[in-house]
């Protein structure tokens, strides 16, 4: 069926809820953060970040659901949240909210930064329509709506790439434990030098949705994840806000290979099997694909 075209003004006002419900979800994570939280396991994936769950996760969520269970009843809207099972109507209905009420909980659980509340709209053939993007820690709020162009702090905000800079790659905390790490470091080092930057930085730091944040703020810089058979690092509620925000400036947030993020996958909302790229740098993103890191292709 067709899909049902959201106006203009109907975005605004659905962005400026998830706006409030990620401010509400970062204030029970901010007042949480220096008490003591038991830590459980949930049987996610293979990762341990995929493994580990919170009760500040469900706080959070419970949060954002306050004010968006509304929208999804005048709005016809399906839900897709990190922690409660999907119950396919992301497939049925024309949009669905796409939530991680805490994304980089294994950073909460350390208190380092890289965590985040992430909001998304994504229509049922899987574009990402609004990206909102909260980080309790540094209190900054990125959102974009699709057309609208992207807000830093509720200011149009157009990152300004540093000038004869080194490049910045960032990375999960865990991929120096890759078996091929040491490898893909010097294809990395070589294809920056040969890219006319001056170096090469690498940043580890928490969640996907931070470090993608992080490549926009230390452009030119570019965050991937390579693809890889088991469950577990890398979803839906990972990607979907800031696919919509890179979109709107104009940066490049695809799968490995370059190909669009399959943002509403019938198979699994598990997205880790085509890996991800985000880049401020299209040129860096056509050589990472062509350098085929460990057989990427």
């Not at 269970?69 to 922690?83: G, K, M, N, V």
Request: aromatic share 10%; charged share 20%.
């Amino acid at each position: 069926k067709n899909l049902m075209k959201l106006d203009n003004d109907d975005l605004i006002f659905l962005c400026q809820q998830a706006i409030t419900a990620a401010r509400q979800a970062g204030r029970v994570i901010t007042n949480m953060s220096d008490q003591f939280v038991e830590v459980e396991a949930k049987k996610a994936g293979a990762s341990l970040a995929s493994q580990v769950v919170t009760q500040v996760d469900r706080l959070a969520q419970d949060a954002i659901l306050e004010i968006l269970l509304p929208t999804c009843q005048r709005f016809d809207l399906a839900l897709l949240t990190e922690e409660t099972p999907d119950d396919l109507q992301r497939l049925e209905k024309d949009y669905f909210w796409c939530i991680d009420p805490l994304d980089g909980t294994l950073s909460f659980i350390e208190s380092t930064p890289g965590y985040s509340v992430s909001i998304a709209l994504v229509s049922r053939d899987g574009v990402s329509y609004i990206g909102v993007v909260f980080d309790p820690i540094k209190q900054t709020l990125y959102h974009a709506v699709k057309g609208g162009g992207v807000f830093k702090n509720n200011t149009p905000w157009l990152p300004q790439a540093r000038l004869n800079q080194s490049l910045t790659i960032i990375f999960d905390p865990g991929f120096k434990l890759h078996e091929h790490y040491s490898t893909i470091l010097l294809k990395l080092k070589k294809l920056s030098l040969d890219s006319g930057y001056q170096g090469f930085k690498s940043i580890f730091y928490g969640g996907s949705v931070m470090n993608a944040c992080l490549v926009l703020e230390n452009a030119p810089a570019c965050y991937f994840k390579l693809p890889k058979p088991e469950k577990g690092g890398g979803c839906l509620w990972d990607y979907a806000a800031t696919v919509c925000i890179f979109h709107e400036l104009g940066a490049l947030a695809s799968d490995i290979h370059g190909k669009a993020i399959e943002l509403n996958r019938p198979e699994s909302t598990f997205l880790n099997h085509k890996g991800v790229l985000f880049t401020t740098d299209i040129q860096i993103a056509r050589k990472l694909i062509d350098i085929e890191l460990l057989g990427t292709k």
